[in-house]
């Protein structure tokens, strides 16, 4: 499910310092910090809303919430397959074992699964996110068009999926079959236990997933219904001042015609 996030945060400020004819209106300020205050240098303070509801600025929040998700999809899914590997090298089997075969199944197709995932999650990472970067790092709003995150979108979204949801998920089995694997020579009830206890760790797991992007889901539906109404909401008083000026100027017809 995709959903985009309207709470980045303030990127759209410019250094109040004095505009010079090198400036941009859509210029941001370079030296952004906690103690920095900027405000938009060729705007006064009261306009500085408007500039937040424009197409450009909405593409723009959306470019910095895929270079996050790509961020962290990339160092997720480095981090677990590393794991993967290293557990599906250092493991040792004693032999003969009394692991059944369909366990040893398992761990193979569960190990490979999860490393083919997270490979393909940092693959998309690794080719989309320098082009985003590239943009990201101007600070320029009227740039955003450059940015293939619009056209690349589902592909983020995948490697989000793949890297946050499925490729923890199969980490989550893979620490099971791993204990099986490891601990069933020498206590079968260690291999069992660790079973007993991944499912509520998984119910857990996919409990706050899907509460996650319901929740998620349904911020962003209120946003958009706050947003709809404030247009309805500026339709009226558009079609208000507009009855009024016809108004006041048959009034002005009517004065001329009686003089």
């Keep these: 499910m995709s959903v985009w996030s309207a709470s980045t945060v303030g990127n759209n400020y ?13 210029n941001w300020c370079p030296n952004f910090t906690k103690q920095h205050k900027c405000v938009m240098s060729n705007e006064p303070a009261i306009q500085s809303d408007d500039a937040l509801h424009t197409p450009a600025y909405l593409s723009w929040r959306k470019l910095q919430l895929s270079r996050a998700k790509l961020k962290a999809s990339s160092k997720t899914s480095a981090l677990l397959s590393g794991f993967a590997m290293v557990a599906m090298v250092e493991v040792q089997l004693n032999t003969p074992t009394n692991v059944p075969p369909g366990m040893l199944v398992a761990f193979t197709v569960c190990t ?16 989309i ?7 990201g ?8 068009h450059e940015s293939p995150h619009e056209r690349l979108h589902w592909y ?4 989000w999926a793949f890297s946050t949801l499925l490729g923890l998920i199969l980490f989550l089995v893979e620490i099971a079959i791993l204990c099986w694997v490891k601990f069933y020579d020498l206590s ?6 660790a079973c007993v206890l991944l499912i509520p760790v998984m119910i857990i797991f996919l409990a706050f997933a899907i509460h996650f992007y319901m929740s998620l889901a349904t911020h962003k539906y209120e946003v958009v219904t706050s947003g709809i109404k404030e247009l309805e909401f500026l339709k009226e008083q558009i079609e208000l001042g ?12 009517d004065q001329a015609r009686v003089v």
């Design 14 to 26: 410019h250094c109040g310092h004095p505009p010079s004819r090198y400036s941009h209106s859509n």
């Design 112 to 127: 490979t699964l999860l490393v083919a995932v997270h490979m393909l999650a940092l693959m998309i990472s690794t080719c």
């Design 129 to 135: 996110l320098p082009n985003i970067e590239a943009i």
């Design 137 to 144: 790092n101007l600070h320029s709003i009227s740039l955003v």
């Design 156 to 159: 983020i979204e995948i490697a």
């Design 188 to 193: 079968p009830p260690a291999a069992w236990s």
């Design 242 to 253: 507009d009855h009024d000026s016809r108004m006041n100027n048959m009034s002005l017809l």
